[in-house]
T-cell receptor, first 113, second 115 residues
Framework: SQQGEEDPQALSIQEGENATMNCSYKTSINNLQWYRQNSGRGLVHLILIRSNEREKHSGRLRVTLDTSKKSSSLLITASRAADTASYFCATDDGDNQGGKLIFGQGTELSVKP | DTGVSQDPRHKITKRGQNVTFRCDPISEHNRLYWYRQTLGQGPEFLTYFQNEAQLEKSRLLSDRFSAERPKGSFSTLEIQRTEQGDSAMYLC?????????????FGPGTRLTVT
């Protein structure tokens, strides 16, 4: 079963604009990860944020985590056409020592040149 | 290329046939995961190995599915008596957990079409 829900399901913006995607999850977690997937391809790891962190940056990416609301957001600044892809958040199962990831349904981002 | 590799990339098979997929993880990674992804959905966990031990299996993994990692390196996923509902992308990921962090790296996937 899917852990999280992502919002919006689809997002269309112009190149240069910022894109914000949100993710909510249900259970306790140790960390949350964001992945990108280009059409028909595998997933590319973008960034991981631990449950005791509130914000993390990597290049044009900014991730926030609010464990009290069980939610996270991914901000892509100054978007480019090459950012067009599906973006997924994934959480571990906080009560389980195993590392299986539980994914949301994803946000499909389209960046128009 | 030292990333996760999967073979084949595409497989078309008739219903009722058996198929086998292979995954080669990043060499120093001791964990290997299998996920399945259908169109428009996020990946769903199937099973994972730590070295050669299969530690967890999802309820999604019916008795027609079997996975092995005999020497703790590459893994195979076999589907027997395929059904049309098995059509999906099968993704493999590997990791080497460090200090409680299990950052998984995914392969390109094997797309299965059952006709």
């Amino acid at each position: 079963s899917q852990q999280g829900e992502e919002d919006p399901q689809a997002l269309s913006i112009q190149e240069g604009e910022n894109a914000t995607m949100n993710c909510s999850y249900k259970t306790s977690i140790n960390n949350l990860q964001w992945y990108r997937q280009n059409s028909g391809r595998g997933l590319v790891h973008l960034i991981l944020i631990r449950s005791n962190e509130r914000e993390k940056h990597s290049g044009r990416l900014r991730v926030t985590l609010d464990t009290s609301k069980k939610s996270s957001s991914l901000l892509i600044t100054a978007s480019r056409a090459a950012d067009t892809a599906s973006y997924f958040c994934a959480t571990d199962d906080g009560d389980n020592q195993g590392g299986k990831l539980i994914f949301g349904q994803g946000t499909e981002l389209s960046v128009k040149p | 290329d030292t990333g996760v590799s999967q073979d084949p990339r595409h497989k078309i098979t008739k219903r009722g046939q058996n198929v086998t997929f292979r995954c080669d993880p990043i060499s120093e990674h001791n964990r290997l995961y299998w996920y399945r992804q259908t169109l428009g959905q996020g990946p769903e966990f199937l099973t994972y190995f730590q070295n050669e031990a299969q530690l967890e299996k999802s309820r999604l993994l019916s008795d027609r599915f079997s996975a092995e990692r005999p020497k703790g390196s590459f893994s195979t996923l076999e589907i027997q008596r395929t059904e049309q509902g098995d059509s999906a992308m099968y993704l493999c990921a590997s990791s080497r957990p460090t200090q409680g962090i299990d950052e998984q790296y995914f392969g390109p996937g094997t797309r299965l079409t059952v006709t």
